[in-house]
């Protein structure tokens, strides 16, 4: 399966804390990511959820695991002392 992104809009960081609710719109609907800036360098990226992904099956426990106890006994780190 070939996914094509369209190119990332930039927007500086003032303009995102100003119009933040109108941005995360914005990619919510256009399906766009947004990468925001600060002096033109690239802070952090904004990306739409898809709504196929997901994580269910993407993790296989060993036999025999019980992943709701400790790993460690009580008692083992410092901070439990």
């Not at 995102?16 to 609907?29: G, L």
């Amino acid at each position: 399966m070939l996914t094509i992104m369209a190119k990332s809009r930039r927007v500086n960081i003032g303009d995102f804390r100003q119009h933040a609710a109108r941005y995360i719109r914005e990619v919510e609907e256009t399906a766009r990511s947004l990468l925001i800036t600060r002096r033109d360098v690239p802070v952090a990226e904004l990306r739409p959820v898809s709504h196929h992904a997901t994580l269910q099956g993407s993790v296989t426990v060993a036999a025999g695991v019980d992943l709701t106890q400790p790993v460690e006994e009580p008692g083992t780190w410092e901070a439990d002392r």
